[in-house]
């Protein structure tokens, strides 16, 4: 058994023994002189006891799949804490010292159970596009890297080509990653189609310059081609940074 597992385990028999003093306690004390009072405030104190072992189940199975605990995630706690603070004061207070009426009491446990729910809500909503959020701008980051290491490991091979052309190549893969190097790495979903023709630019150039370093002599206007291909990869990479400026 895991920790999480364990820790699950001693939280769950520590709910069941609250909800069974909650019981007896309410039945033992006699809770409210109505019995309507009586049962919504029962109902209401075992709800918001089933909320808080709830979220500390789900933040028990969320925090051993990440590494640091997000905001949203404590602010989900505070929240819920908050609620059944509420839900206790509340029944302490209209149930027993004010001796609301019936039907008003139950519409102020219903407020506070809706409003709860809506803030929790909210919270998980804006946790998620968060989340969304990062890790398409891990997955952007990730990729404009492939980027930058494909062109780095063209100029390597190109450095070892013993040609005396080589510093020409050299310096126009250099001139290429520097391109790279001033781009913004974070990207858009609707740009991933220019970003695929990118990739599949400089994998073509990359296999190019393999194929120019495997023969002896270098055929007649390799330069050209190696331009050529340069000037498509520039211009695509020009495309997609004045596209990305726009939406930013």
């Not at 004390?29 to 072992?53: K, M, N, P, Q, T």
């Not at 505070?78 to 207070?93: D, E, K, N, R």
Request: hydrophobic fraction near 45%; proline fraction near 2%.
């Amino acid at each position: 058994m895991n920790k999480s597992r364990r820790y699950i385990y001693i939280i769950t028999i520590i709910y069941a023994v609250a909800i069974v003093l909650t019981v007896f306690s309410f039945i033992g004390l006699g809770f409210s002189d109505s019995l309507f009072r009586f049962i919504i405030s029962l109902s209401a104190v075992l709800l918001a006891e089933s909320v808080i072992y709830g979220y500390c189940i789900f933040w028990l199975r969320t925090a051993s799949s990440i590494q640091q605990t997000p905001p949203v995630l404590i602010s989900g706690a505070i929240i819920t804490g908050i609620y059944a603070a509420i839900v206790f004061v509340s029944a302490l207070l209209f149930d027993w010292l004010l001796e609301l009426p019936a039907l008003w009491y139950a519409a102020d446990q219903l407020l506070i159970l809706v409003l709860g729910a809506i803030t929790l809500a909210a919270i998980g909503l804006y946790g998620w596009n968060a989340g969304a959020g990062e890790q398409q701008a891990k997955r952007s980051l990730q990729k404009f890297r492939r980027y930058q290491n494909e062109l780095t490991e063209m100029s390597e091979l190109a450095s070892s080509w013993k040609n005396s052309e080589s510093e020409q190549l050299v310096n126009v893969l250099d001139m290429l990653e520097g391109k790279f190097k001033y781009s913004d790495p974070i990207s858009e979903p609707s740009l991933y189609a220019t970003e695929d023709i990118l990739q599949q630019q400089i994998s073509l150039l990359h296999d190019h310059v393999k194929l120019l370093l495997a023969t002896q002599e270098p055929h007649e206007g390799w330069q050209v081609e190696v331009n050529e291909m340069s000037e498509s990869i520039k211009s695509t990479l020009q495309r997609r940074n004045r596209e990305l400026a726009a939406l930013k």
